[in-house]
């Protein structure tokens, strides 16, 4: 069981959900970690007259899960089949439905289920019909047939596919409905949505490359379906983020060709923003990709992406992706000047070396085109714009000077932001975001002097 995101094994009666709750819930212990109570103390037994039940039962607070993510408390517990994850901001444990779980969450058992959570009377009854329902006619006869040890009752759970399943179980069955012919493009969609979800943690997006996911996920990038497209951009690109072993496999595998292709045909908005996604975090602290992304027009399809874009959310999102290739490049020319020992450092600065960027930029008519996106309303677009115009200053400058456009922006951007700072000192704020936007303005006109 991880520790981060635990996922048990699915259900298909509500009772048999609830014989989890009593006798195999995933409880939440104050330390932390998530374990897994087997036995209440009062034996197996557990119909009403049972005289010697322990009281654990009463205290345990069983929270109930729904679609969304709710946050746990110590000493809470959740219905095995539970997604459980840590908050990485909060430090809080969250909880919703698994999966399975989610699938039996029809409608027609919404109302019934809204409850958030399960007297110990209830679930004794609820115990006595299971038990009753398992094994008809039994209950009537000798007393010692009415105390079944627990490991019967784990075989049965293990008949009805009860039994706790570990994320690699997990996405090693995902990967195969993914691969299979008889799977419908809705319950793909669903499959890819889960993988997403799991490929957050490193581990496991580094199992899902090994289990040879990443050459369906790249299948499905090149699907005719765009919903499931859009899916695929996605959980690629959640599976590279910060992840630089998956980064070089995706790229052995053919990733980047893959994603370029999508980027340049990808008939809508949402795709594109998902691969642009997903790019980016291929290319990531990883000058190699970065490099061969130069070499295969990756500027003349972004460029296009930029002039094309009607709504202006790609415009940013690319001008703030290759302000981050510019800026990771001179921080790690800036770190080379205390480490010039580190023989994996200098094979850094070589790789990086190689990545020639900034004339690309210039070759390609970038510094044309990042101007125009001061004219956006939206204060979030011009500061991106800014210190994307300040990065690629070096190779630049010329351009700019010439820019007319460029120069009014500039002007008139100044004095506006410069009023917003004013009337936000009558009001007695501190320095703000547009103190900063003002510095950088005044910077860039700097340089252009
Ligand atoms: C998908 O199916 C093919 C052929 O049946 C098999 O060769 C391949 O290994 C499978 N891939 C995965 C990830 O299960
Ligand atoms: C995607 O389609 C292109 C062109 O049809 C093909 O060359 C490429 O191999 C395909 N990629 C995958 C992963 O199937």
Known sequence: MSFLSGHAGGSSAIWFLLVLLLRCCLTEKSDGALTVVENGGGGEEATVDDDD?????????????????????????????????????????????GEEQLKYWTQEHREEETKTSFSPDELKRAMKKIKEDLNPGAHQDSVGSRYRPLDELKRDMAQLDLLMETDVQIMKRLLEQLNSSDTSPEQRLNILLELEYLVHQVDNA????????????????????????????????????????????????????????????????????????????????????????LSHGGLQVLSELFRTDGSGILRTRVVTMLYDMISEKELMLQAGLDQVQDPAHEERLRQYSEVSLQGKLLEEGWCRLVPTLLQSTEHDCREKALRALLAMAPVCLDQYRSDGSLLGSLLSLRLQYQEMVRSENILGEETSYFTEIVELIEALQRKMK
């Open 53 to 97: 039940d322990d009281d654990d039962d009463g205290d345990l607070e069983v929270v109930q899960p729904t679609e969304q993510w709710q946050t746990l408390k110590p000493g809470q517990a959740v219905p095995a089949g539970s997604h459980v994850r840590l908050n990485l901001q909060t430090g809080q444990r969250e909880v919703r439905l």
């Open 206 to 293: 580094q199992t899902l490359c090994s289990m040879g996911g990443l050459q369906l996920i790249l299948e499905g990038l090149n699907s005719s379906d765009s919903r499931l497209q859009e899916s695929s951009a996605f959980v690629l690109g959640s599976a590279l983020s910060s992840n630089p072993a998956v980064q070089v496999r995706a790229v052995e595998k053919g990733a980047l060709q893959t994603l370029l292709t999508s980027l340049a045909t990808a008939p809508k908005l949402g795709i594109k923003k998902k691969v642009l996604f997903a790019m980016a975090s291929l290319l990531r602290h990883f000058p190699y990709a970065q490099r061969h992304f």
